[in-house]
């Protein structure tokens, strides 16, 4: 049987769908397949181990072909599947839950606190070499005693929230449902409207899954309801955010700064977005520690090895 995977990964998955077996493709180039490429790629594959930059729908299911039996994605987050057409065709479709919580989370707090102590504007200074200590140069704010909103408290919302915790912050949270056994645990307040978080929030972190309801869930009237001296921070989808509204919130300083790991069209920036001194950007790469990376990979390939030996899958996904 032959697996195909879209673009190599780190760690043992590629060796233990080898061990298991199967023929194993992996594409040769270092960058999501085009999508020409990409449906050439897969034809004749039984499992595929796709990245989110991948589209599964049915002309990527045609193209594999009726032997298709899982496609494995290399993200918790699946938004690139079409899940009414996998399961139509009886396919299987996978994510990689859990092993990337801590490295989603821990990537939060390296940006929370990089944009509330100004950490990239004062790396640009501090290259300058002509700085002075100054007593009012570069003042940011103190975590210790301020509020975390936190919006979606599923498994990474809420290790954000027990790390805010630890800091010493007040956590408030919004979900489609309160989840009182954390609360008690943590000590986190929760809220039935995302409105009422992002009125309260000294920082708004978010962690929804993207869905129709949750596209531009961040518009211009939400920006509006947060505080002017509050921070923004996104390492979910792009497109939960409208980044041209925020871009002209972070213009207007109806909020103090944003820090974002996704964006609404990437690689690319909503024009102004790259202009701006109250922003930190990284490229798509919350999830990117060696642990995570690799344990990603291995939890992929055991999807694919379980349900191409007639098993039930370990982590699999269906449509809400
Ligand atoms: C990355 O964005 C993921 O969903 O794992």
Same mark, same amino acid.
């Given at each position: 049987?032959?697996?195909?995977?879209?673009?190599?990964?780190?760690? *043992?998955?590629?060796?233990?769908?080898?061990?298991?077996?199967?023929?194993?493709?992996?594409?040769?180039?270092?960058?999501?397949?085009?999508?020409?490429?990409?449906?050439?790629?897969?034809?004749?594959?039984?499992?595929?181990?796709?990245?989110?930059?991948?589209?599964?729908?049915?002309? &990527?299911?045609?193209?594999?072909?009726?032997?298709?039996?899982?496609?494995?994605?290399?993200?918790?987050?699946?938004?690139?599947?079409?899940?009414?057409?996998?399961?139509? %065709?009886?396919?299987?479709?996978?994510?990689?839950?859990?092993?990337?919580?801590?490295?989603?989370?821990?990537?939060?707090?390296?940006?929370?606190?990089?944009?509330?102590?100004?950490?990239?504007?004062?790396?640009?200074?501090?290259?300058?070499?002509?700085?002075? &200590?100054?007593?009012?140069?570069?003042?940011?704010?103190? =975590?210790?005693?301020?509020?975390?909103?936190? =919006?979606?408290?599923?498994?990474?919302?809420?290790?954000?929230?027990?790390?805010?915790?630890?800091?010493?912050?007040?956590?408030?949270?919004?979900?489609?449902?309160?989840?009182?056994?954390?609360?008690?645990?943590?000590?986190?307040? &929760?809220?039935?409207?995302?409105?009422?978080?992002?009125?309260?929030?000294?920082?708004?972190?978010? %962690?929804?899954?993207?869905?129709?309801?949750?596209? %531009?869930?961040?518009?211009?009237?939400?920006?509006?309801?947060?505080?002017?001296?509050?921070?923004?921070?996104?390492?979910?989808?792009?497109?939960?955010?409208?980044?041209?509204?925020?871009?002209?919130?972070?213009?207007?300083?109806?909020?103090?700064?944003?820090?974002?790991?996704?964006?609404? *069209?990437?690689?690319?920036?909503?024009?102004?977005?790259?202009?701006?001194?109250?922003?930190?950007?990284?490229? %798509?790469?919350?999830?990117?520690?060696?642990?995570?990376?690799?344990?990603?990979?291995?939890?992929?390939?055991? *999807?694919?090895?379980?349900?191409?030996?007639?098993?039930?899958? =370990?982590?699999?996904?269906?449509?809400?």
């Amino acid at each position: 049987m032959k697996v195909v995977v879209t673009r190599k990964i780190p760690g *043992n998955g590629i060796k233990m769908l080898q061990e298991g077996g199967f023929e194993v493709v992996v594409s040769p180039q270092n960058r999501p397949l085009e999508r020409q490429e990409l449906l050439n790629f897969i034809q004749g594959a039984n499992g595929v181990l796709t990245q989110l930059q991948d589209k599964v729908n049915d002309e &990527f299911i045609n193209s594999a072909g009726p032997q298709l039996k899982i496609v494995a994605n290399f993200a918790v987050g699946f938004d690139n599947f079409d899940l009414p057409s996998l399961s139509s %065709h009886n396919i299987v479709a996978t994510n990689t839950p859990d092993v990337l919580t801590e490295a989603v989370a821990e990537h939060t707090f390296a940006l929370i606190l990089s944009i509330v102590r100004r950490v990239v504007e004062a790396y640009k200074i501090a290259l300058t070499q002509s700085f002075t &200590f100054g007593p009012e140069v570069l003042l940011g704010m103190e =975590l210790k005693g301020k509020t975390l909103g936190v =919006l979606g408290l599923g498994r990474i919302g809420g290790r954000v929230a027990e790390i805010g915790k630890a800091l010493g912050m007040n956590v408030i949270y919004s979900d489609p449902k309160a989840n009182v056994e954390f609360e008690q645990k943590i000590g986190a307040s &929760f809220k039935a409207t995302p409105e009422e978080v992002l009125k309260e929030a000294d920082v708004v972190s978010i %962690h929804v899954p993207l869905l129709d309801s949750t596209k %531009h869930l961040i518009n211009t009237e939400k920006l509006k309801i947060m505080k002017p001296t509050a921070y923004l921070v996104n390492t979910s989808r792009g497109l939960v955010v409208d980044e041209a509204a925020l871009v002209e919130a972070l213009k207007n300083k109806t909020i103090a700064g944003a820090a974002l790991d996704v964006f609404e *069209n990437e690689p690319y920036l909503s024009p102004g977005l790259e202009l701006l001194d109250n922003v930190v950007l990284t490229p %798509h790469i919350a999830s990117a520690t060696i642990e995570a990376r690799s344990a990603m990979g291995e939890l992929a390939a055991k *999807n694919i090895i379980a349900v191409l030996s007639n098993q039930p899958p =370990l982590t699999p996904v269906k449509a809400k």
